[in-house]
């Protein structure tokens, strides 16, 4: 037992090592050694760069620390005070193998690259719940492959350091819904007047709907969109397994009444 623990903990070692040099070289690491006949002309960004890397390791030693500092705790609400709809629906449209992967999805990454190839543009994603947990924590938007090493670097670590309850819950905690609302217990306050326990189906559908593109969806900016987007949910909830059809389609026709 002790051994096959040993092996586990080395093999995170090695991946998580891989992951942080490939985050340094494409962040700007090689240039160092590409460059070294201008080390003088290039010692103040160097030093920078040396600094930005310090920081990041500094994030994964300390992941815990690094994500309570970003925690808004006045409005923080525990995984089982939301209705069990909220978090299924949340993973059947944006994770459906969330309880699966190790922080990100292999083969929706190729799906999603074949498809971006196909069309010359991006059309399709492939962040796991995990990586836009991450996102959201810590990195800008940059599409830069130094960000995107960093983003998986961090996403291992946050696997091996949170259980899928804690990173759903985190999540669903630090998510933009739209309409200036960061986290569940602001949107749920702020559609629909009530704290998350007390989530409809049809609400935690809709809500569930809006991350993907906050502006678009917000029933507060586009209320038709917002429940087009809400079918889709349900129908992906469906296809999960989470609900029977006729469910599905009883919660489409439910009225939503909003806050104001």
């Known amino acids: 037992m002790l051994i096959k623990k040993l092996k586990q903990m080395l093999k995170w070692a090695i991946a998580l090592g891989t992951v942080f040099c490939l985050s340094f070289l494409f962040a700007g690491g090689a ?45 923080y609400v525990k995984l089982q005070d939301m209705p069990e709809s909220l978090q299924q629906a949340v ?72 259980s899928k309850a804690e990173i759903l819950e985190l999540y669903l905690n630090t998510i933009y819904f739209g309409s200036g609302y960061y986290g569940i217990s602001e949107a749920s306050r702020g559609y629909f007047d009530k704290e998350p326990a007390m989530l409809a189906l049809p609400e935690a559908a809709m809500l569930a709907g809006i991350p993907n593109a906050p502006s678009l969806y917000s029933p507060y900016e586009n209320f038709m969109l917002a429940k087009k987007r809400q079918f889709i949910v349900l129908d992906a909830m469906t296809a999960a397994g989470f609900l029977r059809e006729s469910v ?11 806050a104001h």
């Open 31 to 75: 240039n160092y050694y590409l460059s070294r006949d201008k080390i003088f002309s290039q010692a103040e960004s160097l030093a920078d760069g040396l600094g930005g890397n310090i920081d990041r390791l500094s994030r994964l030693i300390f992941l815990r620390q690094a994500v309570n500092a970003r925690l808004e705790q006045a409005d």
């Open 248 to 258: 599905a389609e009883d919660a489409k026709i439910k009225p939503i009444y909003l």
């Open 91 to 162: 993973i059947a449209v944006e994770d459906r193998k969330f309880y699966s992967h190790w922080g990100f999805d292999v083969e929706g990454i190729f799906r999603a690259s074949l498809v971006n190839l196909q069309y010359g543009e991006v059309r399709e994603g492939a962040s796991t719940i995990t990586q836009q947990l991450v996102k959201n924590l810590f990195l800008s938007q940059d599409q830069t492959l130094g960000r995107k090493a960093e983003e998986f670097l961090l996403a291992l670590d946050m696997e091996l350091h949170y």
